[in-house]
């Protein structure tokens, strides 16, 4: 299974997104307004580096146990009537679902947002079955109607805007209202309200699993996963096999450090924690649960230098900062996860072969390290990453262009040559008056002695464009 | 109930980790740093109630302050603020000691009153889909966030506080904590004595929200539109 969204080689990927004018607008927009949020939510809460610490901590000794975990988390869903199936691979996890849908011969599934099943192409598996799959986070549900994929894991429709969203429910749902935001989610609202109330099967992703209680734990501001939760009689989750946590009290931790990484908030209106199945005489909630724990490559990462990459939260934070995201998009990485940890993650997951660029699509600044709440060291990562592709013998474009002497990462000293080299604008958020304060990663050190001058004003798209030109010869 | 395939899979992740698969014994540690337990150390409940109030506003929401007396015309008024119409309820004894029925006879005689009734089954469900208002009591209340926080069972399904239009959460002052810690603090200890945690805990804070339309906040999405917190002294 392929995490590569479509078969376009990682040019043409970028180019695209960096001809997508709207996109990049609302990207850097994006960009700037979370991380204004998390700057704010850690300034408010004080110590935030000794929560990232014990973020770091809790994921650490979580992940360096995860059979023990994964066993008792087992043992509790079943003891609360839920059927547990450990999935080593996507086909596993996708031929177990289809088989439980056949069985309830469903016609129609409502799903919560979840990363995991666009991992594993869970909707195209569905498709076969004949069964109507409604996404029901407000974001993807766009996409599913014109047939787009995510490019952003928080805000997964940030690259469209609200005109193309108005004529998409117009052609695809009869919509005659105006593009005015409030107009369009209410019409959202009354047609999914019909599909909840419609639906056999509900299929969530998973925040946070709790161990010891067997406890699934989702968070989101629209109320959709709780309506997955409480209509259907059936009901599904897909959990990545590193989305646990020992108990209660650290699922409070990190998802206090997500809310407030992910969208500047200190806790999202619904954090919602079920367990198994309902109890007897209770109305609300499945009464057939099942848990589909996945790997699908996951495990690559344990025990090698790789590890930390299985802490992350998907808070998007690194996503966040990263200027190179900026300016090529989220769907340039051709990953289902997109940014620093998208570059660090799919590889692990899927094999150097269809992604050997992404390591690439990083300027190192480090902003994406400094910004997780879990402390990995994700330009570290992309580092070994490229070393090991470079060992491999397998020279990707990139590598080779950079050989070629623009020297854009290599030699030394790296940070004055990052900072004179990458694009004038990848810095823009903290050049002010032509000067660099308080620059991301290593430039901080730097800015903290003396202010930089700003590198000459040369764009990504200048810049791109040489980086072609280079590589084809 | 089954499970499938685990002993291949967690052997699996054991033989990557380099040691023997472990089924007992891992001891969770004490973290080195804590900073969870600092926020807001010492407050009285009359801070908190400050925290909490000011947070209603950040997350959208209304806050009405009032004591047990004064409850019934608190309640009424912010029920005709939504129009009145239709009110689902938890079968719930905080309902009679917090003088419900009285403050519903207040109400149009065309006011229709739902209190959850688990014998007809699905039928609760769809009520509450039809409801204007939906109300709980809150049975344990976050001040940093402005969070209620609820314990569902069967004379409280999920949907009175997710599928009506309007939310109303009536919050006894004595269920003020801090922060999710303390709720979570809680939970975690009745579970170390063997209790079973209810089906679902819901923790909410405001009507529901998203920003999936050009990062525009457009409030009230799949859950309720608008939402009031009402503060009760005891
Ligand atoms: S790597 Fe860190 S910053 Fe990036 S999404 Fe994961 S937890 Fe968030």
């Not at chain 1, 970028?14 to 939510?41: C, H, P, T, W, Y």
């Amino acid at each position: 299974m392929s995490l590569k969204l479509e078969d376009i080689p990682f040019e043409e990927g970028v180019q695209k997104g960096i001809e997508n004018d709207f996109m990049r607008q609302a990207v850097s927009g994006a960009q700037g307004r979370f991380r204004a949020g998390r700057l704010k939510q850690a300034q408010e809460l004080g110590n935030w580096e000794d929560w990232r610490k014990l973020g770091e901590e809790i994921r650490t000794h979580t992940v360096n146990h995860i059979d023990f975990y994964l066993h008792q988390l087992s043992e509790q869903v079943e003891k609360r009537g839920g059927h547990v199936y450990f999935a080593e691979t996507a086909e596993e996890a996708n031929s177990y679902i289809k088989q439980v849908i056949q069985t309830k011969n469903a016609k129609k599934i409502v799903k919560s947002k979840s990363m995991v099943t666009e991992e594993i192409g869970l909707n195209d598996a569905l498709a076969e079955t004949g069964t109507e799959v409604v996404e029901s986070d407000l974001g993807e549900w766009i996409l599913q109607l014109e047939g787009d994929h995510p490019s952003h894991i928080v805000t997964p429709a940030l690259h469209k805007n609200k005109e193309q969203i108005r004529k998409t429910f117009a052609q695809k749902r009869g919509y005659t209202g105006s593009s005015e935001p409030e107009e369009l989610a209410a019409f959202a609202r009354k047609q999914l309200r019909s599909d909840f109330l419609q639906a056999d099967v509900g299929i969530t992703g998973c925040n946070f699993a709790i161990a010891e209680s067997g406890t699934i734990t989702l968070v989101t501001n629209e109320g959709n996963a709780d309506m997955v939760w409480t209509v259907p009689d059936t009901l599904i989750t897909v959990m990545g096999m590193e989305r646990i946590v020992p108990t209660w009290e650290e699922m409070e931790v990190l998802v206090g450090l997500l809310t407030r990484s992910a969208v500047g908030q200190k806790l999202t209106s619904y954090i919602t924690a079920y367990t198994g199945c309902r109890e007897e005489d209770e109305i609300d909630g499945p009464n057939d649960y099942h848990l589909v724990i996945v790997d699908n490559g996951r495990s690559n990462a344990l025990g090698t230098e790789f590890q930390a990459a299985l802490h992350c939260i998907r808070c998007g934070s690194c996503i966040n900062v990263c200027p190179v995201y900026r300016h090529i998009g989220g769907h340039a990485y051709n990953s289902v996860y997109p940014g620093p940890i998208g570059a660090v993650l799919t590889p692990v997951l899927d094999g150097y072969d269809d992604h050997k660029d992404l390591p690439y699509a990083s300027s190192l600044c480090g902003a994406c390290t400094e910004a997780c709440p879990v402390r990995i060291p994700l330009h570290e990562m992309l580092v070994l990453h490229r070393q090991k592709i470079v060992e491999n013998g397998d020279t990707p474009f990139a590598e080779k262009m950079m050989m070629k002497g623009v020297g854009m990462w290599g030699g030394s000293p790296f940070v004055y040559k990052m900072s004179t080299k990458l694009a004038h604008s990848a810095l823009k958020p903290w050049t002010k008056d032509e000067t660099i304060e308080n620059g991301p990663g290593p430039l901080k050190a730097w800015t903290a002695v003396r202010n930089l001058a700003a590198p000459p004003k040369q764009s990504f798209r200048s810049w791109f464009e040489n980086r072609k030109k280079d590589g084809e010869n | 109930m089954a499970v499938y395939n685990r002993d291949e899979f967690l052997n699996k992740l054991a033989a990557k980790l380099g040691r023997p698969r472990r089924t007992e014994g891992v001891v969770r540690p004490v973290w080195r740093v804590n900073p969870q337990y600092e926020v807001f150390k010492g407050m009285d409940q009359e801070e908190l109630v400050d925290i909490f109030a000011n947070q209603c506003e950040a997350i959208h929401t209304d806050f009405v302050r009032t004591d047990v007396a004064h409850l019934k015309n608190v309640l009424v008024d912010v029920i005709k603020s939504y129009g009145g119409e239709s009110i689902i309820l938890p079968k719930d004894p905080r309902n009679e000691i917090y003088g419900l029925p009285d403050c519903f006879n207040e109400l149009q005689q065309d006011t229709n009153i739902h209190v959850w009734d688990y014998t007809i089954g699905k039928e609760n469900e769809k009520i509450a889909e039809r409801a204007n208002i939906g109300i709980t009591f809150s049975d344990i209340t976050l001040a940093e966030t402005a969070t209620v926080t609820l314990f569902h069972n069967k004379h409280h399904g999920r949907s009175i506080s997710l599928m009506p239009k309007n939310y109303i959460a009536i919050i006894p002052k004595s269920t003020l904590v801090p922060r999710m810690t303390q709720a979570a603090a809680i939970i975690h200890e009745k579970i170390e004595k063997g209790e079973l945690v209810a089906s679902c805990v819901s923790f909410i804070s405001g009507p529901s929200n998203s920003a999936d339309i050009e990062m525009n906040l457009i409030v009230g999405v799949h859950g309720p539109v608008k939402a009031t917190y009402i503060l009760v002294d005891e």
